[in-house]
């Protein structure tokens, strides 16, 4: 409804058009005025009023006819109608409820009465319309609740998907919009290391299957643990053995160190589980491998099932650092030793003959941290 209510008012008589506008002006009423029946459909249309008074006997278009049409408009079916009569009130009551008519009056009118029935009638005409507003808004909002549901839903199933292969702060940084698509190939500068246990196929050749699942629970376990803390990225578990990136998806101020910090705290927390299994009867240890380069990361496998991969030289040379590593020994490249000669204590461990590589390459075994000045 408008600041100042528009009334229409409809009669065939202009002194009576002039008297009803005049009185309701002066109320500080916006007053629109038709002399007859179609004069006034078209004001309804055009002007669209806040309430209408409409005379009963007009010429050709009488005013239950007008008031019906008014009904018959999905726009205007609730628009209030008042019907003005000079006849029989009891009479002309009812044939305007039929016709759909809101109130009455009478003529001559009575002022007092008309601007009451006026207000009054106008008053529940701004209650109803703010009840089509908020249902209006409340049909927005549940519109909007169902995207955000719906986009909610989406997100937890990246979200699914990403925690396969991402610390969880690093998943919730992507879904977030904050960090680009993982899965989406690209090439970047990473390191790698690879986790692997010794002695583990020789316990599994002498262990029941429950004892075997228990040892990589707890193993597993720590290596999750230690991944999220360090802030890298599994590419797979394979039974015993785990490869993890760093570098990728989030950059690291220095990936090389984040990684070797990783290798040492899982030599550790292995060797503490060892004690627990050599109880048992259990000889294992771990070995572990890093190596920096450049790789091609991205989603590899089929519809329905892929996997998170690193393609490169960096990741073989990883691979094999990790298989030539005794128990407890972390064995990195020359490119991660070179990176890092200033902050950890190493001993040289030759040149090794790997798979896949010629010549000897040169690799060193990390002892420890140096400590801070």
Same mark, same amino acid.
């Given at each position: 409804?408008?600041? *100042?209510?528009?009334?229409?008012? =409809?009669?065939?008589? %202009?002194?009576?058009? &002039?008297?009803?506008?005049?009185?309701?002006?002066?109320?500080?009423?916006?007053?629109? +005025?038709?002399?007859? $029946?179609?004069?006034?459909?078209?004001?309804?249309?055009?002007?669209?009023?806040?309430?209408?008074?409409?005379?009963? #006997? #007009?010429?050709? #278009?009488?005013?239950?006819?007008?008031?019906?049409?008014?009904? !018959?408009?999905?726009?205007?079916?609730?628009?209030?109608?008042?019907?003005? +009569?000079?006849?029989?009130?009891?009479?002309?009551?009812?044939?305007?409820?039929? %016709?759909? !008519?809101?109130?009455?009056?009478? &003529?001559?009118?009575?002022?007092?009465?008309?601007?009451?029935?006026?207000? @009054?009638?106008?008053?529940?005409?701004?209650?109803?319309?703010? =009840?089509?507003?908020?249902?209006?808004?409340?049909?927005?909002?549940?519109?909007?609740?169902?995207?955000?549901?719906?986009?909610?839903?989406?997100?937890?199933?990246?979200?699914?998907?990403?925690?396969?292969?991402? @610390?969880?702060?690093?998943?919730?940084?992507?879904?977030?919009?904050?960090?680009?698509?993982?899965?989406?190939?690209?090439?970047?500068?990473?390191?790698?290391?690879?986790?692997?246990?010794?002695?583990? +196929? *020789?316990?599994?050749?002498?262990?029941?299957?429950?004892?075997?699942?228990? =040892?990589?629970?707890?193993?597993?376990?720590?290596?999750?643990?230690?991944?999220?803390?360090?802030?890298?990225?599994?590419?797979?578990?394979?039974?015993?053995?785990? #490869?993890?990136?760093?570098?990728?998806?989030? !950059?690291?101020?220095?990936?090389?160190? /984040? /990684?070797?910090?990783?290798?040492?705290?899982?030599?550790?927390?292995? /060797?503490?589980?060892?004690?627990?299994?050599?109880?048992?009867?259990?000889?294992?240890?771990?070995?572990?491998? =890093? /190596?920096?380069?450049?790789?091609?990361? $991205? +989603?590899?496998?089929?519809?329905?099932?892929?996997?998170?991969?690193?393609? $490169?030289?960096?990741?073989?040379?990883?691979?094999?650092?990790? $298989?030539?590593?005794? *128990?407890?020994?972390?064995?990195?490249?020359?490119?991660?030793?070179?990176?890092?000669?200033?902050?950890?204590? %190493?001993?040289?461990?030759?040149?090794?003959?790997?798979?896949?590589?010629?010549?000897?390459?040169?690799?060193? @075994?990390?002892?420890?941290?140096?400590?801070?000045?």
């Amino acid at each position: 409804m408008s600041a *100042a209510p528009r009334i229409l008012v =409809v009669d065939d008589v %202009a002194n009576n058009v &002039k008297l009803l506008a005049d009185l309701l002006a002066v109320r500080g009423y916006e007053v629109v +005025t038709a002399s007859d $029946g179609d004069e006034a459909l078209e004001r309804v249309k055009d002007s669209k009023p806040d309430l209408v008074l409409l005379d009963v #006997m #007009m010429p050709r #278009m009488n005013g239950y006819d007008t008031c019906r049409a008014i009904r !018959a408009d999905p726009a205007t079916g609730i628009l209030p109608v008042v019907m003005v +009569t000079a006849l029989d009130p009891a009479g002309e009551r009812i044939k305007g409820i039929e %016709a759909g !008519a809101d109130d009455f009056l009478t &003529k001559p009118i009575n002022v007092q009465e008309l601007l009451a029935r006026v207000k @009054s009638l106008l008053r529940v005409q701004s209650l109803f319309q703010e =009840v089509e507003r908020q249902k209006k808004e409340l049909a927005s909002w549940n519109a909007t609740l169902e995207a955000r549901v719906e986009e909610q839903v989406a997100q937890l199933g990246r979200l699914s998907r990403l925690r396969r292969f991402l @610390s969880p702060k690093v998943a919730d940084l992507i879904v977030a919009g904050q960090l680009d698509d993982p899965l989406a190939t690209h090439r970047r500068e990473v390191v790698i290391v690879f986790v692997d246990l010794r002695g583990f +196929t *020789a316990f599994t050749e002498a262990a029941e299957p429950e004892e075997v699942f228990g =040892v990589l629970r707890a193993y597993h376990a720590e290596i999750g643990r230690l991944i999220a803390a360090h802030e890298g990225t599994i590419e797979h578990f394979a039974g015993d053995g785990v #490869m993890i990136i760093f570098n990728d998806p989030v !950059a690291l101020p220095d990936p090389a160190l /984040a /990684a070797v910090c990783f290798a040492i705290d899982v030599r550790q927390a292995v /060797a503490a589980l060892a004690e627990g299994w050599r109880k048992s009867g259990y000889s294992l240890g771990c070995g572990v491998g =890093v /190596a920096q380069g450049f790789a091609t990361i $991205g +989603t590899i496998g089929f519809e329905g099932r892929y996997d998170y991969g690193t393609i $490169g030289t960096v990741t073989n040379l990883a691979a094999r650092l990790c $298989g030539e590593a005794k *128990a407890g020994q972390v064995l990195v490249s020359q490119k991660v030793f070179g990176r890092l000669e200033d902050r950890v204590r %190493a001993e040289p461990a030759g040149d090794l003959a790997l798979k896949g590589f010629h010549g000897g390459v040169a690799a060193y @075994s990390i002892t420890g941290l140096r400590e801070e000045p």
